[in-house]
């Protein structure tokens, strides 16, 4: 059976438990779903039952009712009762439906006559799986049917007993939405930068945190309204003329999320609305708890002639900040002073300030962002080490560690003792050896034991 509607669910009517057929011999058997179905409508008498039957996007849609024995010459011939529904177009159920500000009940849309007994209601559960309403004194209770954005229920006029109709469509379709949420993490609101009053600050305890965030409406029916909703949390950068979005660092959360450092965040919501879809955004500085910040010192150990690898600080080093300059042996060099990127023994090459000609073994670079509640400091001491060969691994191949100078001197020293002492164990064996047989026993051992092979 072919039909034509934008709604991708139809009452189908089905012969129910006291249906008699126009032959008073013939017999009907109601399918087993059918009196276990929880979204049913019965009639008064029974002889009819209607049943929600949703599109398939895979194919036809199919409904058994039952199993009717006629009674023909004395011969049984039994028949299921079924419907096979195709949709002549796509469903389009969103298009129906009308948007409507939902809290604890459902208006009567007014395509849907005036008279409540003749309405019936369907939403669908988690599982979407479409069930009945059932409105406790005229508000809705139930989990499944408690309102969220873009929840659909579906109104139904249900035919009277004596019609011929097979089928109906949705009488109407009211689409959930409610009012502008606010973006609350921690359940808290935070206060604002006092350099740009559109980001928030949220100031750590610990580098690596848990936090809770919420799409709160502030209406008491209806808290939960937004709850479970998918919102886009994506990474800025700071930058001397603000901030800016970090591409391909878009993720979507529900509920927490965790950091394991300082970060600039925006989290963005596209909550439905009565006439058009709107946004709700929030950008969170998640930085430490003290404005100026110094980092644990990093040591970094590098050869003295490997180009990869000197002493400098990073440009781009952090995102939720900008470099601001560099201390050398307590001088402070702005990024500005450079001159054709070069300034004293400093050269900048690219993202990088870069010491040239260092002579020393050890040196140590403070690297200074600016942030938006003060700065942040990295000190990095640059250690020059020596490549020192370790041994052999299972496949023969060398394998090579870099010490520091004064860790590697003592690496090899120590290998050398080693070495020695075990020189010194071969010749004290040899020693006890004569001292016990004799220096001619010792050679004859010798002998004898290459003539054993």
Not at 70 to 87: A, D, M, Q
Request: aromatic share 10%; charged share 25%.
């Amino acid at each position: 059976m072919k039909i034509k509607t934008i709604s991708d669910t139809i009452l189908v009517k089905c012969p129910y438990a006291n249906y008699t057929h126009s032959n008073v011999e013939d017999s009907f058997k109601i399918h087993a779903s059918l009196p276990s179905s929880k979204s049913r409508i019965n009639s008064e008498t029974e002889i009819f039952v209607w049943i929600p039957l949703a599109h398939n996007v895979s194919g036809h849609s199919s409904i058994i009712c039952g199993k009717i024995i006629l009674t023909i010459e004395n011969n049984l011939l039994p028949y299921y009762w079924s419907f096979k529904f195709i949709w002549l177009s796509k469903p389009k159920q969103l298009e129906m439906a009308k948007k409507e500000k939902i809290s604890k009940t459902l208006p009567t849309p007014d395509n849907c006559g005036s008279n409540p007994a003749t309405i019936v209601k369907f939403t669908r559960d988690k599982q979407g799986i479409m069930k009945r309403v059932n409105i406790n004194n005229g508000e809705l209770k139930e989990a499944d049917e408690l309102p969220h954005p873009n929840k659909l229920y579906y109104f139904f006029l249900v035919p009277e007993e004596n019609s011929i109709l097979e089928h109906v469509p949705p009488c109407a379709i009211i689409r959930a939405v409610n009012e502008k949420p606010e973006i609350k993490i921690n359940g808290q609101e935070h206060p604002v930068s006092s350099t740009n009053n559109k980001i928030h600050v949220i100031k750590r305890k610990t580098m690596t945190e848990v936090f809770n965030i919420k799409l709160e409406l502030l209406s008491p029916d209806t808290p939960d309204f937004y709850k479970g909703e998918k919102i886009l949390m994506k990474e800025m950068r700071y930058t001397k003329s603000g901030i800016e979005d970090i591409l391909n660092t878009d993720e979507t959360i529900i509920d927490s999320f965790t950091l394991h450092q300082f970060k600039i965040l925006k989290f963005t919501y596209n909550y439905p609305a009565l006439e058009n879809d709107n946004v709700v955004e929030k950008i969170y500085y998640f930085g430490p708890m003290k404005d100026d910040y110094n980092f644990p010192n990093q040591d970094i150990l590098y050869l003295a002639n490997e180009t990869s690898i000197k002493p400098n600080c990073t440009i781009n080093g952090i995102t939720y900040g900008y470099f601001d300059s560099i201390i050398y042996e307590n001088e402070t060099i702005k990024l500005n002073e450079f001159i054709n990127n070069k300034k004293d023994n400093f050269e900048r090459s690219g993202d990088y300030i870069i010491l040239k000609n260092n002579k020393t073994n050890m040196i140590s670079l403070m690297c200074r962002y600016i942030t938006l509640t003060g700065s942040v400091t990295l000190t990095q001491t640059f250690i020059k080490g020596k490549k020192v060969f370790m041994g052999k691994n299972k496949k023969g191949e060398d394998i090579y560690k870099i010490l520091s100078q004064t860790d590697a001197s003592e690496y090899e020293k120590k290998m050398a003792d080693k070495k020695k002492e075990m020189e010194s164990m071969k010749k004290s064996f040899i020693d006890k050896l004569i001292d016990y047989i004799g220096i001619g026993g010792t050679y004859g051992l010798i002998g004898d034991a290459g003539d054993s092979h």
